[in-house]
């Protein structure tokens, strides 16, 4: 079994950065596909940045460039970097584990993931 744990999360200005760090225990987080989704009050969970075999990453369309998903192996954790924050990414923000051999596709969807933390809060507000 693997287990995950998000932590900072917070209240940041527009422009603003944070990093969300997504602790894994029980397997090494390299043994996984791993992503980060959101879910805004009144909303549909929805798709962030995903890290699949190889190092390979993918993120939503809505990221622009502005995050970026890593992993320290040594740490056992994935991050999420978030740079140019606006209101519109207020969230919760999960982190998941899916199969290390997950397609692109599938790493998009919440079906393509067995383990979840319980989120993190990210508010963006003056």
């Known amino acids: 079994q693997v287990q995950l744990v998000e932590s900072g999360g917070g209240l940041v200005q527009p422009g603003g950065s944070l990093r969300l760090s997504c602790i894994v225990s029980?397997?090494?987080?390299?043994?996984?596909?791993m992503g980060w989704f959101r879910q805004a009050p009144g909303k549909e969970r929805e798709f962030v940045a995903a890290?699949?075999?190889?190092?390979?990453?993918n993120y939503a369309s809505f990221v622009k460039g502005r995050f970026t998903i890593s992993r320290d192996n040594a740490k056992n954790t994935v991050y999420l970097q978030m740079n140019f924050l606006q209101p519109e990414d207020t969230a919760v923000y999960l982190c998941?584990?899916?199969?290390?051999?997950?397609?692109?596709?599938?790493?998009?969807?919440?079906?393509?993931?067995?383990?979840w933390g319980q989120g993190t809060q990210v508010t963006v507000s003056s």
């Open positions: 890290l699949r075999s190889g190092g390979r990453t």
């Open positions: 029980g397997r090494p987080a390299s043994d996984y596909a």
């Open positions: 998941a584990a899916g199969p290390l051999g997950s397609i692109l596709s599938t790493t998009t969807t919440e079906r393509g993931y067995h383990s």
